[in-house]
């Protein structure tokens, strides 16, 4: 008892009289039917571990463990039924949602113990806004150099390497400003997926410049004859054009599927 409790009695069976030799007319309440309750407020910081695994996507628990260490289990334990938790705070923090609060009860112990549990849902907008639109934006305009006019290498090779330095540099601005983990974010994932895919089409562009120049360099050599190359191709496409065609075709296809597996994974 200190000067934060607060003690009352709750007197809900009627009272006896005292003993008649006492010299003062005194009433007498049953333990068992009036009850005595105390009343405290605890205040405590307590740590948080976050598992940023699924970070922008992820969702934390945070748990408080409170033991009655006044008396053994055997004398005072916590009421399962009749304890609550109520969040009395704003929901909606700065970068995270409080979905609920939770209690459990566990009088099996030598010390009766009380989990109480927060479950936090992050506020991904921001992220969305400043490192996904964009960088899918630079993905798509890599892609778009797929469509340009192939004797315009230097043009779609320029393009393809320029959003590839910009998406890089979103990649160390978001890395620098998010705690250092020994594991892969679901941020760093989708970022890295980006970079690779950026560096393919730039492997796509130098393939399909050289299926080019050794297509212009049989025509010049050609006189009045077909090249074994048009031979074997009766719809009238060379190698250059097959390579463009499974580009265009080949990259969405294979970004969809990236994308249906990402979005499962950050949904569970």
């Not at 976050?50 to 408080?64: E, I, K, R, V, W």
């Not at 936090?120 to 907008?125: A, F, P, T, V």
């Not at 890295?192 to 010049?220: A, E, Q, S």
Request: a neutral charge; proline letters at 3%; glycine letters at 4%.
């Amino acid at each position: 008892m200190d000067a934060l409790a607060t003690t009352w009695i709750s007197m809900n069976g009627p009272p006896t009289l005292g003993d008649i030799s006492q010299p003062q007319e005194i009433e007498l309440y049953s333990g068992w039917e009036n009850s005595l309750s105390i009343s405290r407020k605890y205040g405590k910081t307590f740590q948080c571990h976050f598992d940023l695994a699924g970070y922008p996507f992820d969702t934390q628990t945070c748990s408080m463990e409170l033991t009655m260490l006044s008396a053994s289990s055997n004398l005072v334990t916590f009421d399962e039924v009749q304890s609550t938790v109520t969040f009395v705070g704003r929901t909606s923090l700065v970068e995270y949602i409080v979905k609920g609060v939770n209690i459990t009860v566990n009088n099996t112990l030598d010390y009766s113990v009380m989990y109480v549990t927060v479950y936090l849902s992050r506020l991904s907008g921001f992220i969305m806004l400043t490192v996904y639109t964009p960088s899918a934006m630079l993905l798509v305009i890599s892609y778009l150099t797929l469509f340009f006019r192939v004797e315009l290498f230097q043009d779609r090779i320029m393009a393809t390497i320029t959003a590839l330095l910009v998406t890089a540099t979103i990649f160390s601005q978001a890395a620098s400003s998010l705690p250092k983990t020994s594991y892969v974010k679901m941020l760093d994932v989708w970022l890295l997926f980006c970079i690779m895919l950026m560096v393919t089409i730039v492997f796509l562009h130098t393939i399909i410049d050289f299926l080019h120049n050794k297509r212009n360099n049989r025509i010049g050599q050609r006189v009045n004859v077909k090249s074994q190359i048009d031979l074997l191709n009766p719809l009238g496409r060379n190698a250059c054009d097959w390579m463009v065609l499974g580009s265009r075709i080949g990259i969405p296809i294979f970004t969809l599927f990236f994308l249906i597996i990402y979005c499962i994974v950050a949904l569970l």
